[in-house]
C-alpha cells in the first residue's frame, strides 16, 4: 500500500484567485489560453498540462489516464469493464468529478478490509453480520461476471429499451438486498414520461401510468402508487427501475433503496420527499458519503482504509473540497 499516489486533492489545488486560466495544480505553471467546452480531450491541445498529465477545463480537469482517478485494483477495473466495451466507464472515470470513480474506489476498498456490512446495517438500520457480496454496475467483483438475475430481467422487460436499468452498487446477502444509486454533483435523473415510449410501446396517450403498464405489467402495480405518478410530468425514472428490478428479482428478501449522496447535494433534503409517494412500500433510504466515512472509524487501523480516509478527506468537486466536516 506504500506505494500508492492519491489522485489530486484539496491541499493540491492553488487558492482560488490563482485557477484562472492554469494548470489547478500547485507550483504548476502551465498556461491554458483557451478553456474548451465539450469536445473531446486532445494531447497537446491548449488545455493540456503534460506535467501533471491531466486537461485542464474551468474549475475542474480530466485525467489523460483515467486509471490514475483510482486509487485500488486498477488492473481489476480494467480487467472486468475495458472488455465490456462499455463506453460510459472510458469516457467519465478520469473526470475530477466522476461517481463512478469514486463509487469504485470507496465499495472496492470496502470489499477489501470487509467494510461492506457496515454499509448494509447504515441502509437497514440493523447490524449485518455478513460481509455481502459487491456487484458494480451489474457486473459481480467475485468473478468479473454479469448478474444473472439483472440479464433476465433485462430480457424480460427492457429488450427494446436503449439504455436498461443498471443499479450502481448492489450490496448481497443471504437476508437482504441494497441497491445504492450513488451521486456524486449531478442530480438525480428526472424524465418525461414518453422517454420510456420505444418500438414495443408507441401508443400516443395522455395517461401517464398507461406506458410502464405496457412495458412492466403487474411488476408495476406492486410497487408504484399509479394516481401519484398520473398526476407527474417528470419521473424520477432511474429510482423508479431501481424498484421495479428489486421487486422483480428479490422480493423474498428484504430489499432497500437507498440514494447516496454528498451532504452538500441539492436534493439531500427534498428527494425522499419527492420520492417516497412513488412507492408503496417504505423502501426508500438516503445515505451520505460522509456517513460512510464516519462509518470506516471502526476499520481505521486497516492499510486500505487509511488510504481511503485520506483520500476521502482530499477528494475535491469543482476543485473545492467535495465532504463536508471529514
Ligand atoms: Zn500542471
Redesign the pocket.
Known sequence: MDNIILPYGVSDIKPVKDLDH????KG?D?RIDEYPSREKPKDNSSND?Q??K?Y?RRNTYIYKDKLDNLIIDKELFRSIFEKQNNEKYDKRMGYENSEDALTWNVFVTLKKAGGLKAIASLISDKSCEEEPELILWGYSLKDGSPLEELKSFREDFERQLQIKTEPDIILKTGKGIFLIEAKFCSPNSRKAISVWRDKEINTRTKEKYEPYKIRYKDLIDDVLNKDFIERQNKFCSQLVRYVLYAHDAYKDKNYYIANLLPKMHKEINSIEGEFNPYLKKDTFKIITWEDIYKALENLKGEPEIIVLRKYLQEKTANLKKAFKKI
Open positions: 492554469c494548470c489547478p495544480i504548476c502551465t498540462c506535467k501533471h491531466i485542464c
